[in-house]
């Protein structure tokens, strides 16, 4: 899925919260959106399996989201949101296709690396690819809630990723022919 589709997840997961307590709106919109983005840091390593943990992931987020619950401030909520929206991004990967750069010619059978049980999982393909049709229309569908709970900037942010998701999902097939050979 498209980087900003897994923003999207996570502004969605805690848009309820943020509803109910929009004193932490700020910070858990900012945990949030990094938590999105992070897993994918590993693109310069080796992607999907460096920071991505789909499996070990979860033992993380669960301590972080009580703690928010029992000591709610603007730093543990930030965290909370961050650590569950990373493991959402690296376990939603499944869901996907593989890492390849044209996934429509050169299909991998590896979705996303499981550190616990040391092996790749194998992609499911409900999103065939980052940047598919069902990715953009999953992507807006995910940025609604969040439109409707945050303002302010936060607006301005998501739609200009909102933009940006509709934008690549427009120029995802064209842009391999586009990309230099070293970044293959």
């Known amino acids: 899925m498209m980087a900003t589709t897994h923003v999207f997840t996570g502004l969605a997961v805690v848009a309820p919260v943020a509803y109910v307590a929009p004193d932490f709106a700020v910070a858990l919109a900012v945990g949030a959106i990094l938590g999105g983005l992070a897993p994918d840091f590993d693109l310069v390593r080796t992607h999907r399996r460096t920071l991505h943990f789909p499996v070990a992931g979860l033992a993380v987020a669960v301590p972080a989201v009580v703690l928010a619950a029992v000591s709610p401030s603007i730093l543990t909520l930030a965290l909370a949101a961050f650590v569950v929206t ?15 750069m044209d996934p429509w010619n050169d299909r991998t059978e590896r979705a996303v690396y499981d550190h616990v049980r040391g ?25 609604i809630p969040a439109l409707v709970v945050f303002d302010g900037w936060l607006t301005a942010v998501i739609t200009g990723c909102v933009t940006v998701s509709l934008v690549y999902a427009l120029l995802r097939r064209r842009l391999v022919a586009w990309t230099p050979d070293w970044l293959e």
Request: proline share 8%; no cysteine; net charge neutral.
């Open 119 to 143: 092996r790749w999982i194998r992609p499911r393909r409900w999103i065939r690819y980052d940047g598919a049709p069902e990715d953009a229309v999953l992507g807006v569908a995910l940025a």
């Open 86 to 100: 990373a493991w959402l991004h690296a376990a939603s990967d499944s869901i996907g296709g593989g890492p390849e």
